[in-house]
């Protein structure tokens, strides 16, 4: 009997814990980056979903980060084509593109919104000029040092006829976090670049990717392939 006056109270504890747990983790919106890329063997396309997380913890100063990987499309015949969750800022590294990224395309798209605003917009934005994420190839995929930097523009190193039709930007929805396993319960953030780049995750592989592109002695370089 005295142990089960105290299911209440843990109980309650318990509820508590978790229902903090997931106000301070739940993202404020997720978006769909998809990428296009026309071809002598047509259209070929491929997107990731993004969380993007405020910062609700309890100490003083934070920041938004996101959670979700790099979207790595294959053109086939061992061509590929990346966009890093990296932004350039006047030739330096900027990682928190990635995290306001939605919200500054749905703006350029004429939609006056702030951060708060960016989960309840529909429809796909276009992501052009100073918002565009750094793209990169590899021209084996399985060793970082063979990255190349490739501009939106110019796609030729990766064959004749090949160029980038369009980067899109979408909010989607989300869901019951952290149940939000697909469907009615929300859009998942998306992984698996590793299947792509098995080295992805690894810092000091990561490190060499970015030198190879123009970004080096980058912090944590590994957040411009995969984000936990």
């Not at 089960?4 to 983790?25: S, T, Y």
């Not at 993004?50 to 790595?72: I, L, N």
């Not at 800022?89 to 919104?113: E, L, P, T």
């Not at 110019?154 to 939000?180: H, K, M, Q, Y």
């Amino acid at each position: 009997m005295n142990i089960l006056k105290w299911v209440g109270p843990v109980g309650l504890l318990a509820a508590l814990v978790i229902g903090d747990q997931i106000r301070i983790n739940r993202p404020a919106h997720k978006y769909r980056l998809t990428m296009e890329v026309e071809t002598p063997d047509g259209v070929k396309s491929a997107s990731n979903v993004v969380s993007v997380h405020p910062y609700r913890g309890y100490q003083p100063s934070g920041k938004v980060t996101s959670r979700g990987d790099a979207v790595v499309l294959d053109l086939g015949g061992g061509r590929n084509l990346a966009a890093l969750m990296l932004h350039d800022d006047k030739g330096s590294a900027d990682f928190d593109g990635a995290n306001f990224v939605a919200m500054r395309a749905y703006q350029a798209a004429g939609r006056k919104i702030a951060f708060r605003d960016v989960s309840s917009q529909t429809g796909a934005v276009p992501v052009t000029g100073e918002l565009m994420p750094v793209l990169a190839s590899f021209t084996d995929p399985r060793d970082a040092s063979t990255a190349r930097r490739l501009q939106p523009d110019d796609l030729s190193p990766l064959g004749t006829g090949t160029r980038l039709r369009s980067v899109t930007v979408e909010a989607v929805p989300n869901g019951f976090w952290p149940i939000d396993f697909g469907g009615g319960l929300g859009e998942p953030v998306t992984r698996g670049v590793t299947a792509k780049l098995p080295w992805a995750t690894s810092e000091g592989e990561a490190a060499r990717a970015l030198a190879a592109i123009g970004f080096p002695n980058t912090p944590e370089p590994a957040t411009a392939l995969a984000r936990k």
